[in-house]
């Protein structure tokens, strides 16, 4: 398996622009998190899935975020408008199980985003 | 809710000698999980650690979980470039709560000078 897929790797907009990132899971995977890493707030879960299924989204930070599963093969987080204090990595992981004594969860290489 | 403090914040040694990377939790840990991010790319995972007391080994990396299950060490012995990066835990505070989130905490940034 090629492990965490993430597009683009970077992406500089500018404050008000829409912004669209994506992610593809390990395959069999039933879990999906999307994270934003800053130095200031270190790595914060945003939102996650079980199934394609949102089940947490009390990590995102305003309604300008939102997130999607389509299927079991695809997600997107949006940011619409963008601004500048939303520049930050983001990444997407996946894994078998979420909670309890065993997860492991696999990340991508995560989306640099700049927004002037 | 459940904290974890890792220390150092950055960490600077000479290629060969050894460290030791802390992460402190608040609460007990379940599950205690170390990773490593290389700088630009996603987090790679190194180990998971459950019970008290409980150490594994990889190569020149240990880590360890202390009886009372609210502090983890990593260890590298005869450190090397390919050693520098960003380490993080995590941690499932609830156990078998499968409604719990992953903590994490804000990483200790390693370089290894030549």
């Known amino acids: 398996d090629a492990g965490v897929i993430q597009s683009p790797r970077h992406e500089v907009t500018e404050m008000g622009q829409e912004v669209t990132l994506r992610c593809k899971p390990i395959?069999?995977?039933?879990?999906l998190f999307w994270y934003r890493q800053t130095m200031m707030r270190g790595l914060e879960l945003l939102i996650y899935f079980n199934n394609n299924v949102p089940i947490d989204d009390s990590g995102m930070p305003e309604d300008r975020f939102s997130a999607k599963m389509p299927n079991a093969s695809f997600s997107t987080l949006k940011i619409q408008p963008s601004e500048p204090r939303d520049s930050a990595v983001y990444f997407c992981?996946?894994?078998?199980?979420?909670?309890?004594?065993?997860?492991?969860?696999?990340f991508g290489a995560g989306t640099r985003l700049s927004v002037l | 809710s459940q904290e974890l403090e890792q220390s150092p914040q950055s960490l600077i040694v000479q290629e060969g000698k050894n460290l030791t990377i802390n992460c402190t939790s608040s609460k007990t840990l379940y599950g205690l999980y170390w990773y490593k991010q290389k700088y630009g790319e996603g987090l790679i995972f190194l180990m998971m650690l459950q019970k008290g007391g409980e150490e594994k080994s990889h190569e020149k990396i240990t880590a360890k979980l202390d009886e009372k299950k609210q502090q983890s060490s990593l260890h590298i012995t005869a450190s090397q470039p390919s050693h520098a990066g960003i380490y993080l835990c995590g941690a499932d505070s609830s156990g078998m709560n499968r409604d719990d989130k992953i903590i994490f905490g804000k990483g200790t940034r390693l370089h290894i000078l030549p």
């Open positions: 395959s069999g995977h039933d879990y």
């Open positions: 992981a996946s894994s078998l199980f979420y909670g309890g004594a065993e997860n492991i969860q696999y």
